[in-house]
Each structure stands twice: as structure tokens, then as C-alpha cells.
């Protein structure tokens, strides 16, 4: 069993900036891919950000350019940085990790983007 934690959110003012992590249990360089999804309320879940064991990385349309991910294998942490925040970016933040064609879910972290 894999257990993701998340941690970083908080409260940001609309133009700031936030580093979500996210901390596997096992080695993520195990991993196929690792990523972060989110839910707003009412809104379904939808993609952020992944990145494959190759490094390969992959972006939903409203982030690029603003979300950076990235993974730390030393530490078994992928990353999320968030930047020119925006309301609209406020929502629960979800990492996942597959692991042999298996997903695992973290908790989450709240993001709340203030205007």
C-alpha cells in the first residue's frame, strides 16, 4: 500500500504564489507517474500537472505557464509550484501516484486564492 501526503496549501492573495509537496511512502522512482489533481466545490475533478518516471511532464491548459512540476526522487517528493494564482485556482489539491497501473490518492490540500 502507498500513502501520499500532501502538504503546503494555504491562503494566497490572487498574483501570489504557493509550493505544494507531496510525499510517497515508497520510492517514486518506482513509479510510472505521479501528479496532482484538483476539486473545486461543485466542479468535478480534473488534471493539474503530471510527471512520468521519465520525467516527461504533461499540463492542464489553465496551468501552463503558471504551475511547475517537479519530482525529487532522493526524497520520494513530487512537487507543485503554483504561481500567478488566480481565484478560480482555489479548490482541494489531490497528489496521485501510479504505481504499477495502480492509483493511489493522497488526503489533499486546500488552496484558497483570495481576490
Known amino acids: 500500500q502507498v500513502q501520499l501526503v500532501e502538504s503546503g496549501g494555504g491562503l494566497v492573495q490572487a498574483g501570489g504564489s504557493l509550493r505544494l509537496s507531496c510525499a510517497a511512502s515508497?520510492?517514486?522512482?518506482?513509479?510510472?507517474?505521479m501528479g496532482w489533481h484538483r476539486q473545486a466545490p461543485g466542479k468535478q475533478r480534473e488534471l493539474v500537472a503530471v510527471?512520468?518516471?521519465?520525467?516527461?511532464?504533461t499540463y492542464a491548459d489553465s496551468m501552463k505557464g503558471r504551475f511547475t512540476i517537479s519530482r525529487d526522487n532522493a526524497k520520494n517528493t513530487v512537487y507543485l509550484q503554483m504561481n500567478s494564482l488566480k481565484p478560480e485556482d482555489t479548490a482541494v489539491y489531490f497528489c496521485?501516484?501510479?504505481?504499477?497501473?495502480?492509483?493511489?490518492w493522497g488526503q489533499g490540500t486546500q488552496v484558497t486564492v483570495s481576490s
Open positions: 496521485y501516484a501510479n504505481y504499477h497501473g495502480k492509483n493511489y
Open positions: 510527471i512520468t518516471s521519465g520525467g516527461s511532464t
Open positions: 515508497l520510492s517514486i522512482f518506482s513509479s510510472n507517474a
